[in-house]
């Protein structure tokens, strides 16, 4: 079972969400010759505050 984990910062709605679960796994299963059905796709929200790029946070950028 392919776990696929996408870590992001808040924004998408969860229609936007969906289709990124959706697309994600098609991808993954026809590049891998995987089913869909065996594709976990995770999203995660994480505050800006908890990002950081070039040593800066990304709530200061």
Known sequence: ???I???QTP????????????EV?????????KSESAVWVTVTDIPREAW????????QA
Do not use: F, H
């Not at 796994?25 to 010759?33: L, V």
């Open 11 to 22: 924004g998408l709605t969860d229609e936007q969400k969906s289709a990124v679960i959706a």
């Open 1 to 3: 079972m392919p776990l």
């Open 5 to 7: 984990q996408i870590s």
């Open 52 to 59: 950081g790029v070039g040593g800066v946070p990304l709530s």
């Open 25 to 33: 796994t098609r991808a993954y299963a026809k590049a891998s010759g």
